[in-house]
T-cell receptor, first 116, second 114 residues
Framework: AQSVAQPEDQVNVAEGNPLTVKCTYSVSGNPYLFWYVQYPNRGLQFLLKYITGDNLVKGSYGFEAEFNKSQTSFHLKKPSALVSDSALYFCAVRDGSGAGSYQLTFGKGTKLSVIP | DSGVTQTPKHLITATGQRVTLRCSPRSGDLSVYWYQQSLDQGLQFLIQYYNGEERAKGNILERFSAQQFPDLHSELNLSSLELGDSALYFC?????????????FGSGTRLTVV
């Protein structure tokens, strides 16, 4: 079975400071990893993904994420947080080897609050 | 606008009733996925259809059913509703069945059971 853990329910950061939202995963094969963002009363929006290649993935709105195979982590980062980044962030995984589920399994989400 | 259309946006109904949620996928996408989002359970995968056929089932209750029609829109039917069924129901679509590009989500249908 595949699973995702987002250990922090909420992350608070001051505007202009760097932010990190943590994610660890478990799959039996090769991980395909995703980050989505959800604003209030909206659907999930795709931010970035890791399939293969460079461990540092760059995505929308200045976000990036680093894939670490040994630590089975895929933390979301941004060098300088904006108030408009305040939202709910979801990490998701699927097994890319074909042995597991093709559906995305999501973490429970982390609420990011950027304080002016 | 993501290209995935869900109707209605809000639905209030009584316990024991039946409702139908509708989803139109993004143009060109053949797969439709249904997810339930609740405060305590997070995002739970319910069911996937690909080009009219059921592809995978997740944590979907027997009281719930879905189908995908020839025009590729999908409907999620929820019956004998209980208070605990109150949640946001999301539809997502993707191009294929084994899609590593991720999904495009609709804005969701907020179901309130009273």
């Amino acid at each position: 079975a595949q699973s995702v853990a987002q250990p922090e329910d909420q992350v608070n950061v001051a505007e202009g400071n760097p932010l990190t939202v943590k994610c660890t995963y478990s799959v039996s094969g090769n991980p395909y990893l995703f980050w989505y963002v959800q604003y209030p009363n909206r659907g999930l929006q795709f931010l970035l993904k890791y399939i293969t290649g460079d461990n540092l993935v760059k995505g929308s709105y200045g976000f990036e994420a680093e894939f670490n195979k040994s630590q089975t982590s895929f933390h979301l980062k941004k060098p300088s947080a904006l108030v408009s980044d305040s939202a709910l962030y979801f990490c998701a995984v699927r097994d890319g080897s074909g042995a597991g589920s093709y559906q995305l399994t999501f973490g429970k989400g982390t609420k990011l609050s950027v304080i002016p | 606008d993501s290209g995935v259309t869900q109707t209605p946006k809000h639905l209030i109904t009584a316990t024991g009733q039946r409702v139908t949620l509708r989803c139109s996928p993004r143009s060109g996408d053949l797969s439709v996925y249904w997810y339930q989002q609740s405060l305590d359970q997070g995002l739970q995968f319910l069911i996937q259809y690909y080009n009219g056929e059921e592809r995978a089932k997740g944590n979907i209750l027997e009281r719930f059913s879905a189908q995908q029609f020839p025009d590729l829109h999908s409907e999620l039917n929820l019956s004998s509703l209980e208070l605990g069924d109150s949640a946001l129901y999301f539809c997502a679509s993707s191009e294929g069945t084994d899609d590593y590009y991720g999904y495009t989500f609709g804005s969701g249908t907020r179901l309130t059971v009273v």
